[in-house]
Every structure is written in structure tokens, then in C-alpha cells.
């Protein structure tokens, strides 16, 4: 699990609205971190004459573009909380993203072996009368030990790099609020 909080000097509803369509290809590092990610498969697409798909050449890529790229929305309370899940293998290089279709229903029985099901949360609570505290939360449950070994390795080389985006994002979100700043929370 990987939690990242901030404490915005915005009320809930606009902080997860600007949140909602905040930008992460607007940071140049992020941009290249997410190009660097995608290389493979955008190299294995062009082999296969379909082009750039991925979304890391995307023209945006935030939370309302998940769904393009193989998230399943798992719920929203407008102006609160949105959840995104998505079924793949993370640490092969092409079709990381691709795993098998599932509805929303079946995201949270899904336990056919060999697969990640990776869980994402934005939040927004009130703190104090004028400002809001967001909690971006990434949950990881491998489908086997198999699984589990591969994700291990592949989460240590990039942790580093997945931590360093929630951050940025964060500091992008404190830029289009005018925010003092954000806190790291936990990141296990």
C-alpha cells in the first residue's frame, strides 16, 4: 500500500474537482518517466502497425483519462471519493496493463492466479472551515506466490519512480490551489 496526503487551502469540493482534472503530463518529469515506462509497448505496437496507443503519448493523463488505458471505475461519491481498479501483470514490459475483462462486480473476486489487482483512491475531507486534506491511496493484491515474487522485483526498481509521480502530482495539485505545501503519509 502506498499513501500519499496533502492539506489544501481549498474547500473539498473544489480541491477534488481540480483534482479530478489535474494534468500529469503538464510536468515535464512525469512525462518522461511515463514515456520511459511505455517505450516497450509503444515499440511492441508499432512492430504490430498500431501505432502510439499508450498513454504516456496521450495528449492528457489524469484520473478522468484512466479508463482509456484498461482502468475499471469502481466507484465515485461525487466530490468525496473515486476508485479505479485494474487487472494486469505490472512487471512484464508489454501489455503490463492488459489483463483479462472484468466488471465492476467481479474486480474484487477476481483471484485468477497470475495477475495483480491494483487498486487506486483519491479522497477529499474537510479540514477546519476553508481547507481540505486529499489522500491518494494504491493498493496491491497478487493473485498467487508466483505473482507476488515477480511484483516484489518489479516494485523495487519502480518504487522509486512511482513515489517520486504521487509526489510531483501533489505538487502540482498545491500549485493550481495555491497550497502551502503537502505531507507523506506512509508508503509500505
Known amino acids: 500500500m502506498v499513501v500519499h496526503a496533502g492539506v489544501f487551502p481549498a474547500p473539498p ?5 481540480t483534482a479530478r482534472r ?7 518529469v512525469i512525462r518522461t518517466l511515463l514515456r520511459i515506462r511505455s517505450l516497450p509497448q509503444r515499440f511492441a505496437d508499432r512492430l504490430a502497425g498500431e501505432g502510439d496507443a499508450t498513454a504516456a503519448t496521450s495528449q492528457t493523463f ?3 483519462d484512466m479508463v482509456r488505458y484498461g482502468w475499471i471505475l469502481l466507484g465515485e461519491d461525487p466530490n468525496l471519493e473515486v476508485a479505479f481498479g485494474q487487472i494486469g501483470r505490472p512487471w512484464k514490459a508489454v ?3 492488459s489483463g483479462p475483462a472484468v466488471t465492476q462486480g467481479g474486480f474484487a473476486g477476481f483471484d485468477r492466479p497470475g495477475f495483480a489487482k491494483i487498486a487506486f483512491a483519491l479522497r477529499v475531507d474537510p479540514h477546519g472551515a476553508t481547507s481540505s486534506i486529499l489522500t491518494m ?3 496491491v493484491a497478487l493473485t498467487d506466490a508466483e505473482s507476488r515474487r515477480r511484483f516484489r522485483r518489479y516494485w523495487r526498481l519502480v518504487r522509486p519512480f512511482v513515489a517520486l509521480i504521487d509526489r510531483m502530482a501533489l505538487r502540482l495539485l498545491t500549485e493550481e490551489l495555491g497550497a502551502v ?4 503519509t506512509a508508503d509500505r
Open 13 to 17: 469540493e473544489r480541491c477534488y474537482r
Open 181 to 184: 505545501g503537502y505531507r507523506r
Open 95 to 97: 501489455g503490463a496493463s
Open 137 to 139: 491511496e494504491t493498493r
Open 62 to 64: 489524469g484520473l478522468d
Open 22 to 28: 489535474l494534468d500529469l503530463l503538464g510536468d515535464p
